[in-house]
């Protein structure tokens, strides 16, 4: 098994990181490893596999999120992954919704860390895609140290070597899904003790990371970090991670990367995918610029109507740059009336 891993990665997200918002997201940045949204095993071999996993060759690096338990579906779905062109397979360990928990899979597997070893080691063993593993530091009144630990060391005998720990508990039962974002208290230093007691391990954290100043703070502790919401509804950042994570010498500019994914979008619209589909995932971009609002608001309004297409993007990008036009008018006007 070849070894991926990498210092900045956006998060899987459910109804958020489809196969359009990974080619936006790879116009910002070329370095981080961005995943798909949680698949289940089960939709992965039964399912219509173009629309559940297809992607673009843009996308890479990309990894497929599986949700499962069964070690004989997972390494039949790690066996298709590698077939598909994926760069790696992750198993979910962490998402606390109701659905995951009926199906027995997501954050209730922290329970059985034999079962998750057995899987993981199934998946390592039918392709030669790194297998890797998303975790909670435990689920409800388990001690979260100990449920952490005793299922890195279980996966770690069976052959994984990279980890991506949200450093949250799951509350399986009396919070929603998106209570289980905010509400349990992060431990961050549980995290950093799991990098320093196993220093050959890949070790990411995940939760509550809002910025790259955030992602920098925790790249001295530990191997990587993932973004998520603050990826996704400020996605600007992400053309800062080349130079800021990786050492590039040239940060995107959001008229650059709209301009980078425009190709895409007009690919997709000549397919018959609707314009939102596409807009939907960059309504962010142009956060705290002058024109954001008018720009999110054409966007939104615009890009429903049928029919519509790339000119709604080049109304939205002109708002934004209109009103920047504005702002440095003001702006000398004042200058010039102060000198005078």
Request: hydrophobic share 40%.
């Amino acid at each position: 098994m070849r070894i991926l891993a990498s210092k900045f990665s956006v998060a899987p997200m459910m109804d958020w990181t489809d196969r359009h918002c990974r080619a936006f997201h790879r116009a910002l940045t070329k370095r981080a490893l961005l995943y798909t949204e949680m698949v289940t095993t089960k939709a992965v071999i039964h399912g219509d596999r173009e629309r559940l996993i297809g992607f673009s060759d843009i996308e890479h690096p990309v990894a497929l999120q599986l949700g499962g338990s069964d070690p004989a579906e997972l390494a039949q779905c790690a066996k298709i992954a590698e077939d598909w062109g994926y760069d790696e397979i992750n198993l979910n360990c962490g998402c606390p919704s109701d659905r995951v928990q009926s199906g027995a899979f997501g954050a209730c597997l922290m329970r059985d860390p034999q079962l998750v070893a057995d899987g993981m080691q199934a998946m390592i063993e039918a392709s030669k895609l790194p297998a890797t593993v998303k975790c909670r530091i435990g689920v409800d009144d388990q001690d979260p140290r100990d449920a952490l630990f005793t299922l890195v060391e279980a996966c770690r005998k069976a052959g994984v070597t990279t980890f991506i720990v949200h450093a949250r508990k799951a509350w399986l039962k009396g919070l929603s899904p998106k209570e289980n974002r905010d509400i349990p208290p992060l431990d961050y230093e549980l995290v950093y003790e799991l990098k320093r007691s196993h220093p050959d391990l890949f070790i990411s954290i995940n939760g509550g990371i809002a910025n790259l100043d955030d992602a920098q703070r925790h790249l001295q502790h530990v191997d990587g970090v993932m973004l998520g919401r603050a990826a996704y509804h400020e996605p600007a950042l992400l053309g800062q991670v080349d130079t800021s994570v990786f050492g590039g010498s040239k940060d995107v500019a959001p008229f650059e990367a709209l301009d980078a994914y425009r190709p895409y979008i007009a690919a997709r619209l000549d397919e018959g995918v609707p314009l939102t589909h596409m807009t939907r995932h960059i309504l962010g971009l142009m956060h705290g610029l002058p024109g954001a609002r008018a720009f999110r608001r054409i966007l939104t309004v615009e890009s429903i109507v049928p029919g519509a297409g790339t000119e709604v993007i080049d109304r939205a990008a002109h708002a934004v740059r209109d009103a920047q036009a504005a702002v440095e008018a003001r702006r000398d006007q004042y200058l010039a009336t102060g000198a005078g």
